[in-house]
């Protein structure tokens, strides 16, 4: 019996041309781990909030059809009616909290469904270890790292124990090695405990070889449900190990690493390498020593020294926790800290944050935060006017991207890639010598990933000194020809992106994971060694 049934269900905002969804029908057994793929703003989060009844009730619009999670109708249901069958996780998890600490957050949900205390205790325990963060029991939820508040969120929700889990970009902002603790945790409780779970993810690689069927949405209303390998065979997003398969022209795409190695040494594929040359010997745009940042007690960044030659791309690694976000804030002058900061020949704490801007310019993890306008086209106009630009400099920015929305839409009610996107055209639009981006690729498809990395190797191309912190390994791989790393707010490792990503099994990309030795890091390079 199917636990999720969606019958001919359309589903149309308010003054949208066409409908997000539209006649679209499937259904989900128990103990079925299905993932949702598609571009940005193909309706990915609108398909996931139907199933809790986020869509219509609280989100507006029109919802026609069926939708049926364990025989109950999402139309006369709300979400808190929904509550004990079905558990969500968004894709900003600090929007969601109630609490104001790890532990309290946890034993919310089950509070309020009226669990008895000794039970909701065991759950609480049990919960905290199976995603690992029973040290951060008492930490107040606002200091942590986004990557560790993403885990706090799937543990709320888990030790209510639902039937149905709801995921919408859970591993986003979570480190390789985090990411596959809690995406195995959560494939241990399919297995073994029959939880059903939809799971919204861009970065597929993660997450496809333990897929029991996949949902892609081509963008026109429609969708295509089946098993993996017959959806990506069809679906225009390419993960790592599918752009593989075309490259090299096999019938079926791998779904692991595992796969795809035993079939390339049986074919004996065997790519040459290319050289990536890092910017060295290049006038510095950046330099830092001895940066120290500390909150209360806590050291976030313990005496790093850090130096950007201008037009050189620097991945900047590490697991959440790491001082990666702190490091870059200390960089861009917004933090408090000691040390040594030199740009441009200026300290950029001692400047007015307009003039820090022009010189170090830094796009937050929160794209949010640095959105409030009321359009699309009121956030461009004035990026423009703030950093000195022609008209519509931000829009055609916003365009190169990838990411086409309406002038008049609310930046509010854009998926968190199309802000992203946004933030992002936003900052590049005071062409900063300097440019840190914290999680830049949170959000966005693989197309949208692809004309970043355009942007950067264009920006490095006129001498930008960029940086990238970033749980992605793929884009690492792409866009960077130098990484750090760090961990304890240390920097443990420094070196070119080839010999740093293809000598860790942690932050290896799947395309040298299938090849190794070779230090062959994207498809590109195997379509350009073949």
């Known amino acids: ?148 508040q993403q885990r706090v969120a799937i543990a709320a929700v888990l030790a209510a124990q639902p039937r149905v889990l709801v995921l919408d970009e859970p591993t986003s902002a979570l480190d390789p090695t985090a990411a596959q603790d809690v995406l195995s945790a959560i494939a241990t409780l399919v297995h073994e405990v029959g939880l059903t779970v939809v799971l919204a993810e861009h970065r597929l690689e993660r997450v496809m070889q333990a897929a029991d069927s996949m949902i892609w949405l081509p963008g026109d209303g429609s969708l295509v449900h089946g098993s993996p390998r017959e959806v990506l065979a069809r679906a225009t997003v390419t993960p790592p190990l599918a752009e593989l398969a075309r490259i090299v022209g096999w019938d079926e795409v791998p779904l692991s690493v595992r796969e795809a190695r035993r079939r390339a040494l049986a074919e004996d594929l065997a790519p040459t390498a290319p050289r990536r040359a890092p910017a060295n010997g290049r006038p510095v745009a950046l330099a830092a020593r001895g940066v120290e940042v500390r909150f209360g007690d806590v050291v976030a960044v313990d005496g790093v020294d850090v130096a950007l030659p201008q037009g050189s791309v620097t991945a900047l690694l590490g697991r959440n926790g790491a001082g990666k976000s702190s490091l870059l804030w200390a960089l861009q002058g917004a933090l408090t800290c000691a040390g040594e900061i030199t740009a441009g020949g200026q300290d950029p704490r001692r400047l007015s944050a ?48 990838g990411v086409d929305v309406p002038d008049e839409r609310d930046p509010r009610d854009l998926s968190e890639g199309q802000r992203l996107a946004l933030v992002l055209a936003v900052q590049l639009a005071a062409r900063p010598p300097v440019l840190l981006l914290d999680e830049p690729t949170r959000g966005l498809d693989y197309r949208a990933k692809a004309e970043l990395h355009r942007i950067v190797d264009r920006l490095a191309a006129t001498g930008v000194a960029v940086v990238i912190s970033t749980h992605d390994v793929e884009f690492a791989a792409l866009a960077s020809t130098r990484t750090l790393l760090m961990a304890d707010g240390e920097i443990i490792a420094e070196g070119t992106t080839a010999d740093l990503l293809t000598s860790s099994p942690a932050y290896a990309p799947q395309m040298a994971k299938v090849f190794a030795p070779l230090p062959v890091l994207t498809p590109a390079d195997v379509r350009g060694g073949l």
Do not use: W
Request: include cysteine; aromatic fraction near 4%; charged fraction near 20%.
């Open 354 to 401: 307009a003039e820090a801007r022009r010189l170090v310019t830094l796009v937050p993890q929160t794209a949010a935060d640095l959105l409030y306008l009321p359009t699309v086209a009121a956030e461009c106009a004035q990026a423009d006017a703030e950093s000195d630009a022609a008209p519509g400099t931000t829009a055609a920015l916003l365009t190169a991207l």
């Open 1 to 148: 019996m199917a636990v999720i049934t969606f019958d001919r269900v359309s589903v149309t905002y308010p003054e949208a041309d066409r409908p997000t969804l539209d006649q679209v029908s499937f259904a989900l057994p128990e103990g079925d781990l299905c993932l949702v793929v598609g571009s940005t703003g193909t309706g990915k989060s609108t398909l996931l909030g139907a199933i809790n009844g986020l869509v219509p009730h609280f989100t507006g619009g029109l919802l026609s059809g069926r939708v049926l999670v364990d025989g109950r109708d999402t139309a006369h249901h709300r979400p808190r009616d929904l509550a004990d069958v079905v558990g969500y996780v968004g894709q900003d998890p600090l929007r969601g909290f109630v609490t104001d600490t790890v532990e309290d957050e946890v034993a919310y949900g089950m509070e309020q469904l009226g669990i008895d205390p000794v039970a909701m205790r065991k759950r609480v325990e049990e919960t905290l270890d199976l995603v690992g963060i029973a040290d951060l029991r008492r930490r107040p939820l606002v200091e942590l790292s986004g990557g560790q």
